[in-house]
């Protein structure tokens, strides 16, 4: 009975030290996948979180950090399959989604492009990335006042923004609004976007 106890005894204390040792080598693989990821190393990162994920599957984060090297390789299948996991697993994330979005708009793929970006605003309806990428998808569609309406909504998160007065206009413009999208653009000036000042000078100057 004694001798069956010290060996049950000792197994515990065996696999508590064998869990001691490994209980943080996941993250010590992905903190050394992130040092080769911020140098642009992107394979050597991934073969990193491969290995994190197979220690430890049930952390996002190693599954969200693979999916942006793959985005950043230009595998835009195999981001979304890792970005498409961590919303499952985190339904109410809206940054999921917006990188879904992502991946599907390089991969021209418009439909599930935009469907991605109205999911992420649904979730979250704060994040002024959200409004300008769907702005530029709808550019893409020759919707111009869905861009319109995208802008404006960004502009009311991010009102010292220039970039969005500009590209306002430039909706605007497209629909033969010349006066609208030159206030645009001047606002735009106003807060620093240079872009704007060729603009002004090719249109708006001229009679």
């Known amino acids: ?34 040092e080769f990821f911020e140098k642009g190393q992107y394979n050597e990162a991934i073969a ?33 399959k890792d970005f498409k996991h961590c919303f499952d697993a985190l339904p109410d994330e809206a940054e999921y989604p917006f990188l879904m979005g992502m991946c599907y708009e390089k991969l021209n793929n418009l439909e599930l ?5 109205n999911k992420a605003v649904e979730i979250y309806s704060d994040d002024v990335k959200f409004y300008r990428a769907r702005a530029g998808l709808y550019n893409k569609l020759q919707n111009y006042p869905k861009v319109i309406e995208n802008y404006d909504s960004a502009i009311k998160l991010e009102p010292e923004n220039g970039a969005s007065y500009f590209y306002r206009g430039a909706a605007k413009y497209k629909m033969n609004d010349k006066e609208n999208a030159c206030v645009d653009w001047n606002i735009a000036l106003q807060k620093s976007y240079s872009k704007a000042a060729e603009y002004i000078d090719k249109v708006c100057k001229k009679p």
């Not at 994190?52 to 390789?73: D, E, K, L, V």
């Not at 492009?113 to 970006?117: G, T, V």
């Open 1 to 34: 009975m004694k001798s069956a106890l010290f060996t049950l005894t000792m197994l515990i204390l065996r696999a508590a030290l064998i869990f001691g040792q490994n209980a943080y080598y996941d993250i010590d693989l992905y903190n050394s996948g992130m």
């Open 113 to 117: 492009a935009l469907s991605n970006y």
């Open 48 to 80: 990193l979180f491969n290995k994190s994920i197979q220690i430890n599957s049930g952390n996002t984060i190693y599954f969200y950090r693979r999916g942006n090297a793959y985005y950043n390789m230009g595998q835009f299948e195999l981001a979304i």
